[in-house]
C-alpha cells in the first residue's frame, strides 16, 4: 500500500453530503452552460420562477434592478443562477456586473474572468423574490437578454430561462431571436425484466460482492458488482439495497480523487443512472454528457439494480479512464433525497489489489478496513483487552501464590506483570503509529478517539519511567509510588476502553452492530465479575488471618498468609478468566478479520 498524503475524506468524496449539490451557491463550475451538475433531465415545463426589470431602455450609467419571483404564491425555489448575455448571442460570455441588495440570500460570482458578473443563493433554503442591481458594461451591445437557471429541488431545475431584452437608446431592432441553445441529450433507459444472478461469477463476468459469496437474485443486503467484456465495451451490472444509492469508481489508488465513478441512485420509483468525476478533493460532478449505453434499472423488493454499457476506450471523454488497464475498484452506497445523494452508510469496499478489467473473469475479494487500521485495531484489542487487564490482576491478586518462585532473579509475579505490561507498552505504542502511517498525518474526521489514543499512549510511556524510578519496597515514600501507579494505570485502563467503543464505530473499521458492542459489555461485565470475586475472597481470607494473627496487617501484604487452599482457588478463578478473557479477544479479532 503506498502512502499518499491525502485524508480519509478524499476516499469518501464520492459518498458526501451532496454530490456537485452546490447549496452554498458556488457554481462557477457551470457559468458557460448554466446547468447545474445533478445529473437529472432539464425541465421543459414551465418554471416556477420569473425574470423582471424596472426598466428596458438603458444608457451608460443606468442601473438596472432585476427580480427574479415565483409565478405563483405558496411555491418557492431553492437555488438560482443569474447572468446578463448579449441577446443576438446568448452562447458567449456574461456581461455587466452586479450588486448586491440582500447579502444573506445572495452572492457574487466571478464567470468568464469577469468578477461580480453572475449572482446565486447562498443556501438551499426556499426562496420567492430575489432582487439585485445590474450595471451595463463599457462598451455594451444594442441589446442584453437575462437568463436564469431556477432550481426547485435538486432533480427539478430548468435552465436558460429568458427574461426581459433591454436596450441602448436608439438602438437598431434585435434582428431575430437567437435559437436556445438545445439541452444535452440524454439517451434512454430502460427496465429489467429479471435480477441480476452470480451463477456465472468467475466464469463468464467477473464479480465483486460483499458479504463474500451472495447473491443478488437471493438477498436483499447483497452489494453486488459485475463486469464483462465484450468486444470493444464493458458491460457493468450493479446491484445493492434500495435505501439511496450505489456506486463504484476506478481508482489508481486506495484514496479517492481524480477517479471515474459511476452511481445508480433512487430517484422516486426508478433509478437514475450516472457516471461523475471527481478532481482531487473536490466533490465529484455529474456528467452532463454520458459516454455510456444500454442502460437499464430495476427497483423492486427493496432493491436497485441497474446496468449499462461503457466503450473500453473513449478518446472524446478526458475524465473516462480506459478500461484495458488496472484499477482498484471502490463499491459504495449510502442514502439519496430527491435525486440527491449523502454521506456513505459504511466504508466503501475496495479490492485487495487492482483489478484488470480486461482480463479473465474471476471472483474478486475486498475490504471495507485497509489494513493499517485492521492491524491497529487488533493490537488495541490484544494490549487493552488481555495483556494490560491480565498483567494488572496477576499484581494485584497473586503475590502469595508464587512467595518463594523467582523468574531470572525476580519473584515469578512481579516479571509476569512486567512482561504482560512491556507487552501492552509496545503494542499500544505500535497501534498507535498504524494509523498516521495509513493517513499520512492526523486524522481530524476521528472525532474525540485520536486525542484519547494520545491520552493513553502518554499514560503508558509514564509507566514504565515511574516503574524504574520507583523507591525501595521499605521506603518511607513508597507508598505515594504505589497509589500513583495504581491510579496511571487504572485510568489509562478506563479511557482505553471508551476509546475502543468510539473506535469501533468509525467508518474505518466499523464493526458489526450491535454485535461489537454486546461483546465488549460482555467483556467489561466478565472482568469486573472477575476482580469483584477476587477482591471478596481476599477480604475473606484476610479476615480469617487477622483471626489467627495478632500482628496488624497492611491490606496491601495481608495475603502473605493465605492457606494453600485460597492460593489453589485463585488460581482456578485466573484460569477461568483467562480463558474467558482470551474468548471475548478472539470474537473481536474475528470481528475485525470480517470487516
Known amino acids: ?148 437557471t431556477i432550481v426547485q429541488k435538486f432533480n427539478i431545475y430548468w435552465v436558460k430561462l429568458r427574461g426581459p431584452t433591454v436596450s441602448q437608446i436608439n438602438a437598431p431592432p434585435l434582428s431575430k431571436q437567437p435559437t436556445p441553445e438545445s439541452p444535452p441529450i440524454l439517451p434512454t433507459t430502460s427496465q429489467l425484466t429479471k435480477p441480476f444472478n452470480a451463477t456465472d461469477c468467475g466464469e463468464k463476468k467477473s464479480c465483486l460482492r460483499n458479504p463474500t459469496g451472495c447473491d443478488p437474485e437471493l438477498d436483499r443486503v447483497c452489494f453486488f458488482l459485475s463486469f464483462t467484456v465484450q468486444d470493444s465495451s464493458v458491460f457493468f451490472e450493479l446491484s445493492g439495497p434500495a435505501n439511496g444509492y450505489v456506486s463504484f469508481a476506478l481508482s489508481d489508488d486506495k484514496w479517492m480523487g481524480d477517479d471515474d465513478i459511476y452511481l445508480c441512485v433512487v430517484n422516486d420509483q426508478s433509478v437514475q443512472i450516472n457516471p461523475a468525476r471527481s478532481t482531487g478533493r473536490s466533490h465529484p460532478i455529474l456528467n452532463s454528457q454520458f459516454p455510456i449505453n444500454d442502460m437499464a434499472w430495476r427497483l423492486e423488493d427493496g432493491v436497485a439494480q441497474c446496468s449499462f454499457r461503457r466503450n473500453i476506450r473513449l478518446p472524446e471523454y478526458s475524465e473516462r479512464f480506459d478500461l484495458d488497464r488496472q484499477y482498484y475498484i471502490f463499491l459504495a452506497e449510502g442514502k439519496a433525497v430527491n435525486g440527491r445523494i449523502h454521506k456513505h452508510d459504511q466504508q466503501p469496499l475496495i479490492t485487495q489489489g487492482k483489478v484488470n478489467l480486461h482480463g479473465s473473469p474471476k471472483e474478486l475479494k475486498g475490504s471495507r478496513s485497509p489494513g493499517y487500521i485492521k492491524a491497529h485495531g487488533s493490537l488495541m484489542f490484544i494490549a487493552w483487552i488481555t495483556t494490560a487487564n491480565i498483567g494488572v490482576i496477576v ?125 465488549m459489555v460482555g467483556f467489561i461485565v466478565w472482568h469486573v465479575a472477575a476482580e469483584l470475586i477476587l477482591e471478596a475472597h481476599n477480604y475473606i481470607i484476610t479476615s480469617k488471618a487477622r483471626k489467627r494473627e495478632e500482628d496488624k496487617i497492611e491490606i496491601m501484604d495481608s495475603s502473605e498468609l493465605i492457606d494453600p487452599q485460597g492460593h489453589r482457588l485463585k488460581m482456578m478463578i485466573l484460569t477461568i478468566y483467562i480463558c474467558g478473557n482470551l474468548t471475548f479477544l478472539i470474537m473481536l479479532l474475528v470481528g475485525i478479520s470480517l470487516t
Open 395 to 519: 499484581a494485584r491478586f497473586f503475590k502469595s501464590a508464587w512467595p518463594t518462585t523467582t523468574m531470572f532473579g525476580q519473584k515469578i509475579w512481579f516479571q509476569v506483570h512486567r512482561i504482560l505490561m512491556a507487552a501492552t507498552v509496545l503494542f499500544t505504542c505500535i497501534g498507535f503509529i498504524l494509523p498516521f502511517l495509513y493517513r499520512g498525518g492526523w486524522s481530524h474526521f476521528a472525532g474525540v478517539h485520536p486525542y484519547f489514543g494520545c491520552m493513553i499512549l502518554t499514560l503508558v510511556i509514564l509507566q514504565p519511567i515511574m516503574a524504574i524510578f520507583r523507591p525501595n519496597p521499605c521506603a518511607a515514600r513508597r507508598y505515594l509510588f504505589n497509589w500513583l501507579h495504581w491510579a496511571t494505570g487504572t485510568f489509562a485502563r478506563i479511557i482505553a476502553v471508551g476509546s475502543i467503543f468510539l473506535g469501533m464505530d468509525l467508518p474505518a473499521l466499523d464493526l458489526r452492530n450491535p454485535w461489537d458492542t454486546l461483546v
Open 1 to 148: 500500500m503506498g502512502l499518499h498524503i491525502r485524508d480519509l475524506l478524499a476516499v469518501l468524496s464520492i459518498f458526501v453530503e451532496s454530490i456537485a449539490a452546490y447549496g452554498n451557491g458556488q457554481v462557477a463550475v457551470a457559468c458557460d452552460s448554466m446547468i447545474p451538475k445533478h445529473g437529472s433531465i432539464i425541465q421543459k415545463s414551465p418554471s416556477p420562477a420569473i425574470i423582471t426589470v424596472d426598466k428596458n431602455v438603458i444608457n451608460a450609467s443606468d442601473q438596472i434592478r432585476v427580480t427574479l419571483t415565483v409565478r405563483q404564491s405558496g411555491t418557492s425555489f431553492q437555488g438560482f443562477f443569474l447572468q446578463a448575455r448579449d441577446a443576438s448571442d446568448l452562447n458567449v460570455g456574461p456581461l455587466g456586473t452586479f450588486t448586491l441588495i440582500d447579502d444573506r440570500n445572495t452572492q457574487l460570482l466571478t464567470c468568464a474572468d469577469v468578477k461580480d458578473s453572475a449572482v446565486s443563493h447562498t443556501s438551499s433554503s426556499g426562496k420567492r423574490t430575489v432582487e439585485v442591481l445590474w450595471k451595463p458594461p463599457s462598451p455594451k451591445p444594442d441589446h442584453i437578454q437575462f437568463l436564469a
